[in-house]
C-alpha cells in the first residue's frame, strides 16, 4: 500500500470549515483515497472515499489533486462533535484488501 | 449503513486467563474480517485478517498461538486471548466488508481488555 503523509494535528473554530491535508505521492493508478476518523474509544467511521474525482457526501467533500499526489478532506461547518482523528489511507479496492492505517491527524474543534 | 457489533465492549479479567471477543456483522454476510490492536495514544495495528471456513492470515510479529481466530460462520468471527498478561491490555476492534461490496470496511465498537 502506498504511505499516506499527514499533519499530526490541526485546530479548527466551531462553525468553520475544516480542511485536512493528505500527501499520497506513490499512489497507483488504481488505488483509491479513503478517510475515516476516530472519535476516543470508539471503532473508526468510514467518512468518503474517491479514487480521481472529487466525491461530496452527507459528511464531508473529498478533493484530489489532478496528478493525484494529495487530497483534502473538507468539514463545511465544523462541530465539537468533529473533535477525532482523521486517517487517510490509500487502498486498492479489492474484497480481500486490507485497510493500514498511519497515525492520522488529531483534529480539535474548539468553541 | 452495514453494522458490526462486537461483545464485550470492556472486560477485565486475571493473569493467565482466556478471553473471547466475537464480532458480528449484523445486516450483511462477510467472507473476511479484519481484527486490530489499539494501545493508548497510537493508532490502530492490524492483527489479522479472519477468513470463513479458512486458516487466519496474521500480520508480522503477531503470534497466532496466542490470539486464536475463528471465523465459523458469515457473520461471526472471533478473537480469543489466550493466558492473557498485563501487556495484552488494549482495544481491539474488528472490521468487515459486506461480500459483494469492495467499497467501505465497517468497524465495530471496539472491545477494552484490562489483564490484572
Known amino acids: 500500500d502506498a504511505k499516506t503523509t499527514q499533519p499530526p494535528s490541526m485546530d479548527c473554530a466551531e462553525g468553520r470549515a475544516a480542511n485536512l491535508p493528505c500527501n499520497h505521492s506513490t499512489i497507483s493508478g488504481n488505488e483509491y483515497v479513503y478517510w475515516y476518523r476516530q472519535i476516543h474509544s470508539q471503532g473508526p467511521q468510514y467518512i468518503i472515499h474517491?479514487?480521481?474525482n472529487n466525491e461530496t457526501n452527507e459528511m464531508a467533500s473529498l478533493i484530489i489533486t489532478e496528478d493525484r499526489k494529495s487530497s483534502t478532506l473538507i468539514l463545511p461547518h465544523a462541530t465539537l462533535r468533529d473533535t477525532a482523528v482523521y486517517y487517510c489511507?490509500?487502498?486498492?479496492?479489492?474484497?480481500?484488501?486490507?485497510?493500514?492505517f498511519g497515525a492520522g491527524t488529531i483534529l480539535r474543534v474548539k468553541s | 449503513g452495514a453494522v458490526v457489533s462486537q461483545h464485550p465492549s470492556w472486560v477485565i479479567c486475571k493473569s493467565g486467563t482466556s478471553v473471547k471477543i466475537e464480532c458480528r456483522s449484523l445486516d450483511f454476510q462477510a467472507t473476511t474480517m479484519f481484527w486490530y490492536r489499539q494501545f493508548p495514544k497510537q493508532s490502530l495495528m492490524l492483527m489479522a485478517t479472519?477468513?470463513?471456513?479458512?486458516?487466519?492470515?496474521?500480520e508480522q510479529g503477531v503470534e497466532k498461538d496466542k490470539f486464536l481466530i475463528n471465523h465459523a460462520s458469515l457473520t461471526l468471527s472471533t478473537l480469543t486471548v489466550t493466558s492473557a498478561h498485563p501487556e495484552d491490555s488494549s482495544f481491539y476492534i474488528c472490521?468487515?466488508?459486506?461480500?459483494?461490496?469492495?467499497?467501505?470496511?465497517?468497524f465495530g465498537e471496539g472491545s477494552r481488555l484490562t489483564v490484572l
Open positions: 489511507i490509500v487502498m486498492l479496492m479489492e474484497y480481500g484488501n486490507k485497510l493500514v
Open positions: 479472519s477468513n470463513e471456513g479458512s486458516k487466519a492470515t496474521y
Open positions: 472490521s468487515a466488508r459486506e461480500l459483494l461490496n469492495t467499497g467501505e470496511l465497517f
Open positions: 474517491g479514487l480521481k
